[in-house]
Structures are given as C-alpha cells and as structure tokens.
Antibody, heavy 118, light 110 residues
Framework: EVQLVESGGGLVQPGGSLRLSCTASGFNFSSYWMTWVRQAPGKGLEWVADIKEDGSEELYVDPVKGRFTISRDNAQKSLYLQMNSLRAEDTAVYYC???????????WGQGTMVTVSS | QSVLTQPPSASGTPGQRVTISCSGSSSNIGNNFVYWYQQLPGTAPKLLIHNNNQRPSGVPDRFSGSKSGTSASLAISGLRSEDEADFYCAAWDDSLRALVFGRGTKVTAL
C-alpha cells in the first residue's frame, strides 16, 4: 500500500525547534519530489517546502525561509522538516505529500500537529 | 490575502450542479496547470483534479475541472451528501516560485 506517515509534532515554546519526519512505503521514494503543506487551525492549506528527488534542490515559502530546512534520506525512505525559531503563527497540522510532477500532490500523510505556545 | 481567489462557500440540493470558481493571474493559473483538492471533515486533503481537467483513478466522473485564461472552475454534477467538504484550487506561481492555494470553498448539500 502506498502510504506516508508523519511523526514528530508536539507542543513547543516560541523560539524553540522541532523536527518532523515522514516515512514513505509502497513506492519508489527516490523517484519523487516531496512536499510539506501545513494547515493552521480552522484555516486553509499553505505550501511550506519542496525537495527534489536527490535532495539537490529545495524550495520554501517566504515566511519560513531561513528558519525551516527540508531534507530527505532516500535510503531510509524518509522526509524531514527541521523547524527552528518557531513562532505562534507556525501552529498547524503539517502534512507531507508526494509530488508526482505534473500530476500534483497525489499521496498525503495523515498529518502531525505542531503547537507553538508558551 | 491568497494569490488564488475562491468563494468561501457554495451549496446545492442533492442532485444539483454546483460550480466553484478559482481566479488567479498570468503568473499562476494563466501559465501553469490547475489542481483541485478535496478535504473531507477531519481528514487529509485528497487530489481530485490534476492538469486542469484530469481525474485520478477512483474519482467519480461527476467531478470535472476546466480552465480558461487566468481562471479555473470545479463542477460537481449531481451533488451528493458525501461530497460535503472543503475544496481547494492550487497552481504553481512562477513569480513567487511557490505552490499557491486558494483559501478554500466549503460545499454544503442542503
């Protein structure tokens, strides 16, 4: 079964750090761009970051540039999001998704909740 | 303010046709494919339409997408109660170098 499972969410204080993980199964992970999308409580979807198949290119939405880092380990079929200098406005459910190029984000994980609060 | 503009809500009685609009610009919809995602309550989003008007395997044919210029639309023909969800349009934006989403449209079956 093609599946993505996120982990690593939780409660963190403003200014703190958190590392999210996403483990893939059922497909050739190293053949796809991978994406993080977030959704603040009661709000819409916001694209956060993308990483190329081999990790050689990363793209970020402006509000997280310089604070978040997307990475991957193809041998472990895992995607990561290192989040530093967290702010209250980063509070959201974070989803990882498979980016099937022109097909779009065709596989999504169940999401992991990140709460930034003192 | 989102780069892509959608109405916040849409509704219809079961069996009716419901249409959701998505307005953008030349840097996103006008020059790139449009995608639609459906998010049922309490669940992760699901790809509904890709490449403007293509349905992934398993998506009922009552869902259809179209694009003209810098606007796109999603139509639900024969609305069902199980279609109640939030629907999001998305497109790559060449100027922002980012994937942009609309704010979402909540569809209700009356």
């Amino acid at each position: 079964e093609v599946q993505l499972v996120e982990s690593g969410g939780g409660l963190v204080q403003p200014g703190g750090s958190l590392r999210l993980s996403c483990t893939a199964s059922g497909f050739n992970f190293s053949s796809y761009w991978m994406t993080w999308v977030r959704q603040a409580p009661g709000k819409g979807l916001e694209w956060v970051a993308d990483i190329k198949e081999d990790g050689s290119e990363e793209l970020y939405v402006d509000p997280v540039k310089g604070r978040f880092t997307i990475s991957r380990d193809n041998a472990q079929k895992s995607l990561y999001l290192q989040m530093n200098s967290l702010r209250a406005e980063d509070t959201a459910v974070y989803y990882c998704a498979r980016d099937s190029n022109v097909i779009g984000l065709d596989i999504w994980g169940q999401g992991t909740m990140v709460t930034v609060s003192s | 303010q989102s780069v892509l503009t959608q109405p916040p809500s849409a509704s219809g009685t079961p069996g009716q046709r419901v249409t959701i609009s998505c307005s953008g610009s030349s840097s996103n919809i006008g020059n790139n494919f449009v995608y639609w995602y459906q998010q049922l309550p309490g669940t992760a989003p699901k790809l509904l339409i890709h490449n403007n008007n293509q349905r992934p395997s398993g998506v009922p044919d009552r869902f259809s997408g179209s694009k003209s210029g810098t606007s796109a639309s999603l139509a639900i023909s024969g609305l069902r109660s199980e279609d109640e969800a939030d629907f999001y349009c998305a497109a790559w934006d060449d100027s922002l170098r980012a994937l942009v989403f609309g704010r979402g449209t909540k569809v209700t079956a009356l």
